[in-house]
């Protein structure tokens, strides 16, 4: 069994004996890099949109809080990344202590739960508007709108927050890890509990986000030329994005997580083979953080047209040469 230790003010335990050991030495040439550009991305873009909304946007509709929430948890997982630059810069060599790792690993779930559970928001509402366009007026209000969002991080604080219990730094030939794949957890974890995590966290949601795309559909296949078939059009490419971005970002990641935990694995060779491909997953999820900012350019009108006049605004000041009147300045001031 895992021992637990201590070394100065944080503990650690040490992983069990076992025949294989992923060798993660590619991860200091793989992460870094790549992560620094995610974040450089993320942080920009988020920064943006989280702009936008505060300053652009006064009178939010539900769509607008929805978005903003969206923003607010890739902003919360993009914080996390700083961290694992070092760590992997630092030769997979954990220095930031336990507790900081056990932080580490709550905001990746909670910000990475949360926004799977607002991106599948943000499409159903698109859909609900669409189908019942009367009823969504009077039925889905600011107030309601609230209430769901404080209750999304609250379910998502609670599906994050086994990792404090679960998740610990531990000693591997002489360095401290945290979050890796040789860690002990990742052959004690429990396949119910993976496979309830699956379902309510990616699977429901998933298959919400298929069932309105398809009622969006069998809609606009209903409507002639209207502006209402436009709109109609515009949910569809909103959908098309989320579904890409749950594919690529989400699908991966979970599929991985369940299959690591349902198999036995025979050989050293596939342990390795295995573990890269859930490195590559991992990374996949990281991306998540700068591809939803092109979810707030279709799920609203309002974002969009803020957006292109901000850019436009900027753009135009950047024309103007120096001049003394003070009015000119005034305009371009954003």
Known sequence: MASTEETGNSSFIAPMNRTCLLDEQFLTRMMPPTITIFFILATSFNSLALWIFCSHI????????????????????????????IYHSNNNYWIFGNFVCKLQTFLMYCSGVAGIFFLTCISNYRCYVIIKPIQSKSRITKK??????????????????????????FELNGKLHCMSYNHPITEEVLLTSNIILFILTFGIPFTSLLV????????????????????????????????????????PINVTRLIVSIMRVKSCKNYQQIGVVYYCCVLALYANSFLDPFVYFYAGTKYRSKLINAIKGVAFCNKLPAAPNPTVNQKCDL
């Open 58 to 85: 006064k009178k939010k509709t539900s769509i607008d809080i929805l978005m903003l929430n969206l923003c607010i948890s890739d902003l919360l997982f993009t914080l996390t990344y700083p961290l694992v630059i």
């Open 144 to 169: 309601c709108t609230i209430v769901i969002c404080v209750l999304i991080w609250l379910l998502a604080g609670i599906f994050a927050f086994q990792s404090f219990f679960t998740i610990n730094v």
């Open 212 to 251: 309105s795309t398809l009622l969006i559909q069998r809609k606009l296949a209903n409507l002639t030329l209207t502006a209402h078939s436009e709109n109609c059009r515009h949910a569809v490419r909103l959908m098309m994005v989320i579904l890409c971005i749950f594919v690529i970002c989400f699908l």
